[in-house]
């Protein structure tokens, strides 16, 4: 869902796919229950944005997923004033609604915001839990269905963008990583349609190219991209073709690199 849209709310039966890795399951649920803000660090397309998801689904309640951006202020959370058929009308952002609804308000990649935008969290990740709205003279209580979820990416950020220890502080936290190997050929398999033996095969090329961040690579493929490889592959798309569009191009623009993916691609297939 986009800020603009409305919540999305899935019974636990429609939950979307996703499978568990360890107890972060058991843990946002603990989050949930007992109304603590959680913070999810992980890589690019490690399944975060996938797992609240799944857990907004599970514990039925809606979700406001914002990704944030350069250009995102606090009042494009918060909401607005607008002009509506000669009116001036107040429009509540994202995480007013979900403050006012008891739902759940995801940020991905909370560090791209501007800085306004993480002194406004702060009263609500505290055992205040309340959002003021200076433009409207508010002072909103979050209710106990209200819950705040952050995501980033640490191996991405620099120093100019990442989270201050006194907001950082104010969540729990949980580290994502891709899955393992089994694991992941299981996730790309039933994301994708594709026969789990041929998915074995761009499992392994996943780890051999992750293998490469920091050196050729700023960031390893990831799981998102190998459902892509697979799901074309799946389509009828040949696996040279396939890979080439979902896991070497999305890397690099440097034809040097991309010579030397494709050469790891012939190492691992043949």
């Not at 995480?95 to 702060?122: P, S």
């Not at 205040?128 to 640490?154: C, H, K, Q, W």
């Amino acid at each position: 869902m986009t800020m603009a849209g409305t919540p999305k709310m899935e019974g636990a039966q429609d939950a979307p796919f996703y499978l568990e890795q360890g107890p972060e399951c058991a843990l946002f649920e603990t989050a949930y229950r007992h109304q603590m803000p959680l913070l999810l660090k992980g890589p690019t397309g490690c399944g975060k944005t996938r797992f609240v998801a799944h857990m907004a689904a599970r514990l039925g309640r809606p979700l406001y997923t914002v990704a944030c951006h350069d250009d995102l202020t606090a009042a494009d959370l918060i909401g607005r004033y607008l002009l509506k058929g000669g009116d001036t009308v107040w429009v509540d952002g994202p995480l007013t609604r979900a403050v006012r609804e008891g739902a759940i308000c995801y940020l991905d990649e909370v560090v791209e915001a501007r800085k306004d935008v993480t002194v406004v969290l702060h009263p609500l990740t505290d055992d205040r839990r309340i959002l003021p709205i200076d433009r409207t003279g508010e002072l909103l209580e979050a209710g106990p269905g209200f819950m705040l979820v952050a995501s980033y990416n640490p191996g991405y950020q620099n120093i100019l963008k990442t989270l201050k220890p006194s907001t950082r502080q104010r969540f729990l936290s949980i580290s994502f990583d891709f899955p393992p190997p089994d694991q992941e050929e299981q996730i790309v398999a039933t994301e994708s349609g594709l026969d789990p033996a041929r998915v074995k095969g761009l499992v392994r090329l996943a780890g051999k190219l992750r293998g490469l961040k920091g050196q050729d690579l700023e960031e390893g493929v990831s799981t998102r991209l190998v459902i892509y490889a697979a799901s074309l592959m799946a389509h009828g798309m040949p696996l040279n073709q396939a890979v080439e569009t979902a896991m070497i191009e999305p890397l690099t623009d440097d034809d040097d690199v991309k010579e030397g993916l494709r050469d790891i691609v012939m190492a691992v297939f043949g």
